[in-house]
């Protein structure tokens, strides 16, 4: 028995093609390439900053992105409540996604399914009952054809947040198969939810044991999920929405800087060798502002010189390690002295130190926003 996971690339404006990501996580087999198109990032970096990590596997696939058009960028509070609490959000979640499919037919990335935006959803599958688990079902048509590839029935939908980017297939797919539930936390609006969930909360499908950790910070309910990789004598995977991206994290909409470093220090208690699983392709772009503020950090320049190609040839840059992330991302290394340093504000008033830290990772959202890739 053996858990699937596979990743559906989705993309939209300025997307290349779709494809579906797949990683056998089992016992015997969980170290053989020939039996994995996705393994772990074997990251042997230790928790001190200056650390280099290992080389990256030449074995591992994954993919660059072209900037697209981000529906929340500058646009202001008064358009962020129209998007998120209303239906004409929905309406322009939808205008989105019949363009995306009518100017990229064949989808983002190399597979099959074609799909909006530069989002990822993710299948996890328990190979032996032949059941279904859908991370973020931005695109529902594109997540049915894999359903259909697989052969299996999608029993459960785990929304990370609210935005219809995320849980624009909710109504379509929860419809669509009578048995299938949707997760989410209730303090996020999801839209069709039936299973409310909590921080640690549980959610079980065969022997998927799949946990909800509450992150807020992007949104007031968001939630990244934690499949345990135990049972397949494999890593843990991390499904991470828009807390986490390789190289960067998300924006805060509905929260604090403290709020976000408590939700970003949440992941960070969670093992080196843990696959995450991020809801966008931003690897390019989320690097390149990581070398505009840590220009010497020479894990960043390698995992830069690797995704590039990898984006030449439109391979997907999922998954990273946690391991490899507290080498290069910036936004889990506010407590390293050399960003300290050349951004923090000091220690407060009080010698705080995770106040410090909190305005620290508030001046890098606020740069990173302003920041445009070359």
Known sequence: ???????????????????????????????????????????????????????????????????GKNPMKAVGLAWYSLYTRTWLGYLFYRQQLRRAR???PKGHSRTQPRLFNDNYSYLIIDTQARLAVVVDPSDPQAVQASIEKEGVDLVAILCTHKHWDHSGGNRDLSRRHQDCRVYGSPQDGIPYLTHPLCHQDVVSVGRLQIRALATPGHTQGHLVYLLDGEPYKGPSCLFSGDLLFLSGCGRTFEGTAETMLSSLDTVLGLGDDTL????????????GFAGVVEPENLARERKMQWV?????ERKSTCPSTLGEERSYNPFLRTHCLVLQEALGPGPGPTGDDSYSRAEL???LRRLKDLHKSK
């Open 308 to 312: 590039q190609r990898q984006r030449m």
């Open 1 to 67: 028995m053996a858990a699937v996971v596979a990743a559906t690339a989705l993309k939209g404006r300025g997307a290349r093609n779709a494809r579906v990501l797949r990683g056998i996580l089992s016992g015997a087999t969980a170290n053989k390439a020939s039996q994995n198109r996705t393994r772990a990032l074997q990251s042997h970096s230790s928790p001190e900053c200056k650390e280099e990590p290992e080389p990256l596997s030449p074995e591992l696939e994954y993919i660059p992105r072209k900037r």
């Open 361 to 363: 990772l508030e001046k």
């Open 276 to 287: 995450l699983w991020p809801g966008h392709e931003y690897a390019e772009e989320n690097l």
């Open 102 to 104: 009518n100017r990229y």
